[in-house]
């Protein structure tokens, strides 16, 4: 079951690869045009792409770079000729670092909040939390930012610029990396602790819950004990979608906090027209997507006796 | 924004008057780089600069730095053949002296004596035949290959000198060499440089590099010119984020910021500690049109167009005032061919309406092509422009173009689109990428024969008058027939902490100190 969920994610990377490049051949220009800018003269031109085999048809260039791609090789960046592999570790790790940190932030305060609010529901803390992380979600995270760096700005708390140097230890990397991290956090929680609040509230009215609240269970612990764990299916969907996005659709907070993260990568080389960075980033993404969901319907299946002794 | 910019010399320091008699003392020192100073410069400390430029694809070679964070990390570890001075003046830097043939076709470059690059090998001649080749010939990518179109040799002779032969004479040959494209770096056994290379001979040795985050850089204590560099390292930080830039600045984190926003900059004017450093450096803006192309190849459409613009709106709305206007030719005031006679267009619209009626036409309707790669602000600018010119009779409409590929696919493909440039040291350079018949880079494929028969003679003329008289009359001919629209000159603008000194005189060919900031300025005691 999950080994045929694994061919099929597969066969969706194969696919994304093939829409990507697809995608920036529809966009125009390449790598030659894109590097010289108004610089650019024919003669330039002409002589960067056949260096690069730019000058090549587009199906040829595909060709090459998948075969390289099956056998591990994903080929060298445009610019300068590094290796891809090696130009994504370190921005992988980066990217890897503010997302897990967010997350840790993020998952426990959102699903604690929801659990809260469905607790004491329409009543003032509800009503609060609600606000609080609705407010959040509702503005762009660029404008969070701003506002987060508008108020530590003069108290001199947090670095303002997340870029860490290099060999920087773990305590000085959560120090660089805070305000981004609040920011995602802020911005992811408003959905996972809605969605958790929801679920418990759908089930409270079942008549199991009725039955647990007659036979005199306090509140919380109808909520902790009998409601939450047949909520965990919709909470452990959600928790995975954010995951996803903090991996993958942060660049708006990398730009902002100058910090050097996979989204600015795939953006300068989407910009730059840097066909093999751009596929490699985005088999990342991709691939992200596709095992973050397996992973939730494997999670949410094991929470659920029912579905994992279906006859 | 990648792309060329370039000079003129400095115009005359605000800070002028703040010259004590200390400055008297110093200017008795012999070097080109002992200039007359404010105070002592202390030494030490490590400059941090966020630079509004940097991208993951960035590399370190110079044949494509076409934007300021590769353009300042080549230029701090490496040197030159040649030099702009902040007064605008040319100092040799690896070369000591040169001399041309009557002709100015043959040009011998000498070399200063006991030049060492980082890793102790002697600067020779034939690392500058190597450094300099790199830009020439077919399979050359470089964006300084048209700078050696007309080369037709370069060859060592001996160990210290370098022969370069022109197919015509250019007096203005060893300006050129200042190019950031050129720096010398070492020769490999075959005889050709390393492009991506990281050893130089500059103020400071490379550290690391990361593209499109960071560079890093310590003194290079064997550096040739007596006390320079004043700083112990550099950190060159790359921050595309207009806000983030300011704030980073605002908050300490760095000292100098080379790009200030200028919708925001009343913001940064009131800003503790912060100095604001603004130079005309005859970077210009303008809406290029299609010379050949209906209705622009009529001169009369041409004009009414330059006349129902009202540039000093222009200045002041689009660039908060931090610019000047411009009249339709790239020469800018302190250029040395400037043609101060040149009457200054104004905004008409009865004018124009007079050269619409010329050309025949009631009125005008007419798209133009906008994108903000072109300049921050354009399409606002476009829309300025097309309330102004109903006036005219003249019907503008803004067409906004995506600014991805906005160079490759829009500018000089429309027939009315906008553009940027960098002032160039020489109005030879200008006059020649620019605005001569067939030149690569034409944008109005303008094609006048007494202009381009004037730039021929003016090349190798070395009567200063009648060059000047040349240039004038080139000057004109733009202007009036030309197929550009230049509304203004955009100052570069730029602000760092106060605790960052600067010269008197700030090299404004380029940004940040004509990209030499790391090795010219100096942090307060």
Do not use: C
């Given at each position: 079951m999950i080994l045929r969920r694994l061919l099929l994610g597969a066969l969706v990377l194969l696919a994304v690869t093939v829409i990507i490049f697809a995608a920036i051949e529809a966009l125009g220009g390449d790598y030659a045009t894109a590097s010289l800018g108004?610089?650019?003269?024919p003669e330039t031109v002409a002589a960067l792409r056949e260096r690069l085999g730019l000058d090549q048809p587009a199906w040829v260039r595909y060709g090459q770079w998948i075969g390289g791609a099956l056998a591990g090789d994903f080929g060298a960046s445009?610019?300068?000729?590094?290796?891809v592999a090696d130009l994504l570790a370190g921005r992988l790790l980066n990217t890897l670092f503010l997302a897990l940190y967010a997350a840790v932030m993020a998952i426990p305060l959102s699903i604690g909040l929801g659990l809260l609010a469905a607790l004491w529901r329409n009543g003032l803390f509800d009503r609060l939390a609600n606000m609080g992380t609705l407010t959040a979600i509702a503005f762009p995270e660029f404008f969070v930012a701003y506002i987060l760096i508008y108020l530590v700005t003069g108290t001199g708390?947090?670095?303002?610029?997340?870029a860490i140097p290099p060999g920087a230890g773990l305590l000085d990397r959560l120090h660089a990396t805070f305000l981004p991290a609040l920011t995602l956090t802020l911005v992811v929680a408003a959905h996972m602790m809605r969605m958790t609040r929801a679920a418990i509230i759908n089930l409270l009215s079942s008549p199991y819950i009725e039955m647990a609240r007659l036979k005199g269970v306090p509140p919380a612990r109808v909520i902790w004990r009998h409601a939450l764990p047949n909520a965990l299916a919709p909470i452990i969907n959600v928790v995975a979608l954010n995951l996803a996005y903090l991996i993958t659709g942060v660049v708006v907070v990398e730009v902002v906090f100058v910090y050097p993260g996979l989204g600015q990568l795939m953006v300068d080389s989407v910009s730059r027209r840097d066909v093999p960075v751009v596929q490699a980033a985005a088999l990342i993404f991709a691939a992200t997507y596709v095992l973050l969901n397996l992973l939730a319907d494997v999670l949410s299946t094991l929470s659920n006796p029912r579905l994992l002794h279906r006859r | 924004m990648t792309k060329m910019q370039r000079r003129d010399a400095a115009g005359l320091?605000?800070?002028?008057?703040?010259?004590?008699s200390a400055a008297l003392g110093a200017?008795?020192?012999?070097?080109?780089?002992?200039?007359?100073?404010?105070a002592q410069p202390v030494q030490g400390g490590t400059l941090r600069i966020g630079i509004a430029h940097g991208n993951t694809?960035?590399?370190?070679?110079?044949?494509?730095?076409?934007?300021v964070f590769t353009q300042m990390a080549i230029q701090a570890y490496n040197v030159y053949l040649t030099e702009v001075m902040p007064d605008g003046s040319l100092a040799g830097e690896a070369a000591e002296s040169w001399e041309a043939t009557p002709d100015a076709a043959t040009w011998t470059f000498r070399l200063r004596d006991g030049l060492r690059f980082h890793d102790g090998t002697p600067l020779t001649a034939a690392a500058v035949v190597a450094s300099l080749n790199?830009?020439?010939?077919?399979a050359s990518t470089s964006a300084a290959k048209a700078l050696f179109a007309p080369v037709t040799d370069i060859r060592a002779d001996g160990d210290t000198a370098v022969v370069i032969a022109l197919s015509s004479g250019n007096a203005d040959f060893p300006v050129l060499?200042?190019?950031?494209?050129l720096p010398i770096k070492p020769a490999r056994a075959d005889g050709?440089?390393?492009?991506?290379?990281?050893?130089?001979?500059?103020p400071f040795v490379l550290d690391g590099f990361e593209p499109g985050v960071r560079a890093t850089f310590s003194r290079?204590?064997?550096?040739?010119?007596?006390?320079?560099?004043?700083?112990?390292g550099l950190e060159l930080l790359s921050i595309v984020d207009a806000a983030a830039r300011q704030n980073a600045l605002i908050s300490g984190?760095?000292?100098?910021?080379?790009?200030?926003d200028l919708p925001t900059v009343r913001m940064m004017e009131r800003a503790p500690g912060v100095v604001i450093l603004s130079l005309n450096g005859g970077q210009h803006y303008g809406f290029p049109m299609d010379t050949r192309a209906a209705p622009f190849s009529d001169n009369h459409v041409r004009l009414a167009l330059k006349l129902s613009i009202d540039r000093q709106e222009l200045v002041d709305k689009i660039l908060n005032g931090y610019g000047s206007v411009g009249?339709?030719?790239?020469?800018?005031?302190?250029?040395?061919?400037?043609?101060?006679?040149?009457e200054q267009r104004v905004y008409d619209p009865e004018q124009a309406r007079w050269h619409l009626q010329q050309a025949g036409l009631d009125g005008l309707s007419v798209d133009i092509f906008l994108a903000?790669?072109?300049?921050?602000g354009t399409i606002d600018a476009g829309l300025l422009w097309a309330e102004k010119a109903a006036a005219a009779g003249i019907t503008l409409n803004v067409v906004r173009e995506p600014d991805d590929g906005y160079w490759s696919d829009v500018w000089m493909k429309k027939p009315f689109t906008a553009t940027y440039w960098g002032g160039r040291p020489t109005e030879d350079w200008m006059f020649t990428q620019v605005?001569?018949?067939?030149?690569?880079?034409?944008e109005t494929f303008w094609s006048n024969a007494r202009f381009d028969e004037l730039l021929l003679q003016a090349r190798v003329e070395l009567d200063q008058a009648r060059r000047a008289e040349m240039y004038a009359e080139m000057q004109r001919l733009v202007r009036d027939e030309?197929?550009?629209?230049?509304?203004m000159f955009a100052n570069y603008t730029m602000a760092h902490s106060d605790r960052v000194m600067t010269p008197e005189v700030v090299g404004a060919n380029w940004i940040l100190d004509g990209f030499r900031a790391p090795e010219r300025w100096w942090f307060a005691s």
């Amino acid at each position: 079951m999950i080994l045929r969920r694994l061919l099929l994610g597969a066969l969706v990377l194969l696919a994304v690869t093939v829409i990507i490049f697809a995608a920036i051949e529809a966009l125009g220009g390449d790598y030659a045009t894109a590097s010289l800018g108004q610089a650019a003269t024919p003669e330039t031109v002409a002589a960067l792409r056949e260096r690069l085999g730019l000058d090549q048809p587009a199906w040829v260039r595909y060709g090459q770079w998948i075969g390289g791609a099956l056998a591990g090789d994903f080929g060298a960046s445009l610019s300068g000729g590094r290796p891809v592999a090696d130009l994504l570790a370190g921005r992988l790790l980066n990217t890897l670092f503010l997302a897990l940190y967010a997350a840790v932030m993020a998952i426990p305060l959102s699903i604690g909040l929801g659990l809260l609010a469905a607790l004491w529901r329409n009543g003032l803390f509800d009503r609060l939390a609600n606000m609080g992380t609705l407010t959040a979600i509702a503005f762009p995270e660029f404008f969070v930012a701003y506002i987060l760096i508008y108020l530590v700005t003069g108290t001199g708390l947090f670095p303002t610029m997340a870029a860490i140097p290099p060999g920087a230890g773990l305590l000085d990397r959560l120090h660089a990396t805070f305000l981004p991290a609040l920011t995602l956090t802020l911005v992811v929680a408003a959905h996972m602790m809605r969605m958790t609040r929801a679920a418990i509230i759908n089930l409270l009215s079942s008549p199991y819950i009725e039955m647990a609240r007659l036979k005199g269970v306090p509140p919380a612990r109808v909520i902790w004990r009998h409601a939450l764990p047949n909520a965990l299916a919709p909470i452990i969907n959600v928790v995975a979608l954010n995951l996803a996005y903090l991996i993958t659709g942060v660049v708006v907070v990398e730009v902002v906090f100058v910090y050097p993260g996979l989204g600015q990568l795939m953006v300068d080389s989407v910009s730059r027209r840097d066909v093999p960075v751009v596929q490699a980033a985005a088999l990342i993404f991709a691939a992200t997507y596709v095992l973050l969901n397996l992973l939730a319907d494997v999670l949410s299946t094991l929470s659920n006796p029912r579905l994992l002794h279906r006859r | 924004m990648t792309k060329m910019q370039r000079r003129d010399a400095a115009g005359l320091s605000r800070r002028g008057l703040l010259k004590g008699s200390a400055a008297l003392g110093a200017a008795t020192l012999v070097t080109p780089w002992g200039a007359p100073l404010r105070a002592q410069p202390v030494q030490g400390g490590t400059l941090r600069i966020g630079i509004a430029h940097g991208n993951t694809t960035d590399t370190l070679d110079p044949a494509i730095a076409e934007q300021v964070f590769t353009q300042m990390a080549i230029q701090a570890y490496n040197v030159y053949l040649t030099e702009v001075m902040p007064d605008g003046s040319l100092a040799g830097e690896a070369a000591e002296s040169w001399e041309a043939t009557p002709d100015a076709a043959t040009w011998t470059f000498r070399l200063r004596d006991g030049l060492r690059f980082h890793d102790g090998t002697p600067l020779t001649a034939a690392a500058v035949v190597a450094s300099l080749n790199y830009h020439r010939g077919d399979a050359s990518t470089s964006a300084a290959k048209a700078l050696f179109a007309p080369v037709t040799d370069i060859r060592a002779d001996g160990d210290t000198a370098v022969v370069i032969a022109l197919s015509s004479g250019n007096a203005d040959f060893p300006v050129l060499m200042s190019d950031y494209h050129l720096p010398i770096k070492p020769a490999r056994a075959d005889g050709t440089m390393d492009p991506l290379g990281t050893v130089g001979a500059g103020p400071f040795v490379l550290d690391g590099f990361e593209p499109g985050v960071r560079a890093t850089f310590s003194r290079n204590p064997d550096y040739f010119k007596p006390g320079l560099p004043h700083f112990d390292g550099l950190e060159l930080l790359s921050i595309v984020d207009a806000a983030a830039r300011q704030n980073a600045l605002i908050s300490g984190q760095v000292d100098v910021i080379d790009q200030v926003d200028l919708p925001t900059v009343r913001m940064m004017e009131r800003a503790p500690g912060v100095v604001i450093l603004s130079l005309n450096g005859g970077q210009h803006y303008g809406f290029p049109m299609d010379t050949r192309a209906a209705p622009f190849s009529d001169n009369h459409v041409r004009l009414a167009l330059k006349l129902s613009i009202d540039r000093q709106e222009l200045v002041d709305k689009i660039l908060n005032g931090y610019g000047s206007v411009g009249n339709d030719q790239p020469i800018n005031p302190s250029m040395p061919y400037f043609d101060a006679s040149l009457e200054q267009r104004v905004y008409d619209p009865e004018q124009a309406r007079w050269h619409l009626q010329q050309a025949g036409l009631d009125g005008l309707s007419v798209d133009i092509f906008l994108a903000d790669a072109a300049f921050d602000g354009t399409i606002d600018a476009g829309l300025l422009w097309a309330e102004k010119a109903a006036a005219a009779g003249i019907t503008l409409n803004v067409v906004r173009e995506p600014d991805d590929g906005y160079w490759s696919d829009v500018w000089m493909k429309k027939p009315f689109t906008a553009t940027y440039w960098g002032g160039r040291p020489t109005e030879d350079w200008m006059f020649t990428q620019v605005y001569q018949t067939g030149a690569d880079w034409n944008e109005t494929f303008w094609s006048n024969a007494r202009f381009d028969e004037l730039l021929l003679q003016a090349r190798v003329e070395l009567d200063q008058a009648r060059r000047a008289e040349m240039y004038a009359e080139m000057q004109r001919l733009v202007r009036d027939e030309g197929g550009i629209v230049i509304p203004m000159f955009a100052n570069y603008t730029m602000a760092h902490s106060d605790r960052v000194m600067t010269p008197e005189v700030v090299g404004a060919n380029w940004i940040l100190d004509g990209f030499r900031a790391p090795e010219r300025w100096w942090f307060a005691s």
